[in-house]
């Protein structure tokens, strides 16, 4: 009778917040962080200071992890609490440069800069078409996740902070945030939409301007793996729900494009097709996951229209950057973009 009673008062305790929930990211207290005012430029109508006061508060879970050492350096494990990205930019009237040749918007990305100068990118695409929204903010708040056994307190940062939660290493999350630029690619692409049966026989490699490699039609290697795909446009809604099966970008070209903090931060990818059609994908998006979604090369040999090669990101909830008759991916710094 005792147990049952006692049983009894910590469930009320509990439906009334006084003893600890479910919850794992609610146990140790929120601390405030200091923001500044941030400012919205670029390619949009629309520039000038955000009003974060009418935004709603997101929070996203972090392990902190800088790229050092051999597997990285852990910092700490935090819930951020702030601004997310895609609510920042929603009042944005896009005015893209380049609109008049190419209106799609798969090709725009941001820049985040720091009060002093840092500048770390995302892509339109990682900011708008995941499946998992709002999992980049501009935090106002944290708390940490402490260990249940060690209660071990990690250190708190006191300044706001970019924080993108699916990133493995956590580069990109530089603090005090003052201004977000919306840029699109500046590369010229010859458009033709009207390519009787597209094929690319084959898909070129480059950094820059320096051609790394040419993959021909039939010479895929690597380990292939298979994702089973809801495959649906925001324009032209469901096109199948067959499985992709290919090689992860990131395996195949991790000797052509390494892992540093400037690629990390910086660094983009312009993915395209012989009709112009193209999109922006981040290093980080691609190289730096920690959600197992990948982007996957995916061979589609003799399939006109769509072969020899087909980019797929596993992360989108849209198909719009998955690229048919992909026959470029160039990797470019923000900066020479």
């Known amino acids: ?3 049952t009673i006692a049983i009894a008062a910590c469930l009320m305790l509990s439906f009334t917040g006084m003893t600890q929930t479910n919850d794992f990211y609610d146990d140790a207290a929120l601390n405030d962080l ?30 902190e992890t800088g790229l050092s050492g051999d597997n990285g350096s852990f910092t700490g494990a935090y ?26 918007i798969i090709d725009l990305f941001v820049e985040v800069e720091n009060a002093n100068g840092e500048k770390v990118v995302l892509s339109w695409g990682e900011v708008y078409y995941p499946i998992h929204r709002h999992e980049i903010l501009i935090a106002n708040g944290v708390r940490r ?47 033709d939409r009207n390519i ?8 070129k490699f480059h950094t820059g301007d320096k051609l790394l490699e040419t993959l021909a039609e039939g010479e895929l290697k690597g380990n292939i793996i298979s994702y089973g795909s809801v495959f649906y446009g925001r324009g032209t809604g469901i096109h199948g729900t067959t499985p992709f099966k290919g090689v992860m970008l990131k395996d195949y070209t991790n000797a052509y494009y390494p892992m540093t903090k400037e690629n990390l931060k910086t660094g983009l990818f312009v993915v395209s097709a ?45 198909s719009d950057r998955s690229i048919r008759c992909l026959n470029e991916i160039r990797m470019m710094q923000s900066a020479d973009l």
């Open 1 to 3: 009778m005792k147990k």
């Open 34 to 63: 200091k923001i500044n005012q941030i400012m919205i430029a670029g390619e949009v109508a629309n520039p000038g200071i955000i009003d974060l006061t009418k935004l709603p508060v997101r929070d996203v879970i972090v392990k």
């Open 79 to 104: 819930l951020y609490q702030g601004y997310s990205l895609y609510d920042i930019l929603n009042l944005a009237v896009l005015k893209k440069k380049n609109e008049a040749e190419f209106p799609p």
């Open 145 to 191: 996740i402490v260990p249940s056994k060690t209660k071990e307190l990690w250190p708190l940062p006191t300044e706001s902070k970019l924080v993108v939660a699916s990133d493995l290493y956590t580069e990109r999350n530089i603090s005090n945030p003052v201004k977000i630029t919306v840029r699109s690619s500046k590369l010229n692409f010859v458009i």
């Open 196 to 203: 009787p049966d597209m094929y690319a026989k084959d898909l």
């Open 274 to 318: 012989p009709d112009g059609y193209r999109a922006v994908f981040t290093y980080s998006e691609i190289f730096n996951r920690n959600d197992q979604a990948e982007v996957l090369i995916v061979p589609m040999y003799g399939q006109a229209t769509q072969g020899a090669f087909l980019l797929y990101p596993a992360a989108d909830y849209f």
